[in-house]
């Protein structure tokens, strides 16, 4: 399936329909094997300690699947995440930005599952893996 919406057009979406987190993210890529999210870590993104927290992480991976759903089949809003799984394997970077790469592994008519690794800047082995799995809206 080729890619409807490209990186402007993702990056258009998110400010135009979420933006009170869009200025967070930067979609850096996004072609037909998926899409590559940064989360831009700023100090609400961290917990005591300085590293990234789990919510931002999961947060992080929740759009990044979410993007790659739309990049196929063009902005459609109302596609919501009904199944979430996130397995944190090590600590993030303090303080550094992460970024997300997902990928469709099913794409039909109702559902689409999806899933993330997570590295953090500078670090070569992911932090997080996540599978979801997303309602589509008829039509």
Wanted: proline share 5%.
């Amino acid at each position: 399936m080729d890619v409807k919406m490209d990186r402007e057009a993702l990056s258009a979406f998110l400010a135009r329909d979420f933006g009170q987190v869009a200025a967070d993210f930067a979609v850096e890529r996004v072609d037909a094997g998926g899409v590559t999210l940064r989360l831009r870590v700023a100090e609400r993104h961290l917990r005591p300690g300085g590293t990234v927290s789990g919510p931002a992480l999961f947060g992080l991976a929740d759009v990044a699947i979410y993007l790659a759903i739309l990049s196929r089949l063009g902005p459609v809003a109302l596609a919501v995440t009904t199944n979430a799984s996130i397995d944190f394997m090590r600590k993030p970077a303090a303080g550094r930005d992460v970024r997300a790469e997902a990928r469709l592994l099913k794409l039909g008519r109702v559902l689409a599952v999806g899933d993330a690794l997570l590295y953090s800047e500078g670090v070569a082995e992911p932090v997080a893996r996540a599978g979801m799995t997303y309602s589509l809206p008829p039509g």
